[in-house]
């Protein structure tokens, strides 16, 4: 039982590629012409909802 939790619950381990392969997928989501510095400055002073 103990083991089946383990699979489970535990986090597995990722190679150096599935992590390149997961920050590549995240990268090609972002916007190519960057940020608005103004708009990050605005949404940190706002806080956390």
Avoid: N, W, Y
């Amino acid at each position: 039982m103990i083991a089946c939790l383990e699979s489970v619950l535990m986090p597995r381990k990722a190679t150096p590629a599935q992590h390149l392969a997961a920050i590549r997928a995240i990268r090609a989501r972002l916007p190519q012409d960057g940020f608005d510095h103004a708009e990050i400055d605005a949404l940190k002073k706002q806080g956390r909802p």
